[in-house]
Antibody, heavy 127, light 108 residues
Framework: QVQLQESGPGLVKPSQTLSLTCSVS??????????WSWIRQHPGKGLEWIGY???????YYNPSLKSRLTISIDTSKNQFSLKLRSVTAADTAVYYC???????????????????WGQGSLVTVSS | EVVLTQSPGTLSLSPGERATLSCRAS???????LAWYRQKPGQGPRLLIY???SRATGIPDRFSGSGSGTDFTLTISRLEPEDFAVYYC?????????FGGGTKVEIK
């Protein structure tokens, strides 16, 4: 059974870059058929999709975050990563990594739900 | 963007009772690409239902999903202690993927 684990700094200063890594165990990230995803949850609130990446490096981003966002993948380490630039207090959230099985393409978008999740990593943006 | 509105915000029930949760979309969800998740405190969400009505691997049959277009329902036939949690719906038929605000099922 695949397991995902987020890691990275818990505190980031405003205007800096938030960086997180997701380590995947119990399965190969490059075996295909799945997209590797980031989702966040603001304190006491709902969930927000950030984006996902295929093992080939193809990415799909939430348009609201696209200008500040980079998701990358390292198949040799079985990891994928998130970088969010120019953060503000509004980026304070629990960040989850998740696996999404490929379902279909709809108007150029890979459509997917999330069938495995990490435990989450709280990132606070504060000086 | 497809906005998902979940109701009620909180549902107070006893173990063994039936729970009915609603998820309404601001526009029709493409191909009924709608999923349901359960989230317990301090944990990541767990997939329960995808494609509006298909149970995920390992999910007991007390969970069922129904609906189409803009109106979807998650039904838990008999609440077990582990079912007292927050439930989210998610649409994955259009960009950006979006989630509802959640329904908390609490012990009465």
């Amino acid at each position: 059974q695949v397991q995902l684990q987020e890691s990275g700094p818990g505190l980031v200063k405003p205007s800096q870059t938030l960086s997180l890594t997701c380590s995947v165990s119990g399965g190969s990230i490059s075996s295909g058929g799945h997209y590797w995803s980031w989702i966040r949850q603001h304190p006491g609130k709902g969930l927000e999709w950030i984006g996902y990446i295929y093992y080939t490096g193809t990415t799909y981003y939430n348009p609201s975050l696209k200008s500040r966002l980079t998701i990358s993948i390292d198949t040799s380490k079985n990891q994928f990563s998130l970088k969010l630039r120019s953060v503000t207090a509004a980026d304070t959230a629990v960040y989850y990594c998740a696996r999404a099985p490929f379902e279909a393409m709809v108007q150029g978008l890979v459509v997917a739900y999330f069938n495995s999740w990490g435990q989450g990593s709280l990132v606070t943006v504060s000086s | 963007e497809v906005v998902l509105t979940q109701s009620p915000g909180t549902l107070s029930l006893s173990p063994g009772e039936r729970a009915t949760l609603s998820c309404r979309a601001s526009q029709s969800v493409t191909s009924n690409y709608l999923a349901w998740y359960r989230q317990k405190p301090g944990q990541g969400p767990r997939l329960l239902i995808y494609g509006a009505s298909s149970r995920a691997t390992g999910i007991p049959d007390r969970f069922s999903g129904s609906g189409s277009g803009t109106d979807f329902t998650l039904t838990i036939s008999r609440l077990e202690p582990e079912d007292f949690a927050v439930y989210y719906c998610q649409q994955y038929g259009s960009s950006p993927l979006t989630f509802g605000g959640g329904t908390k099922v609490e012990i009465k």
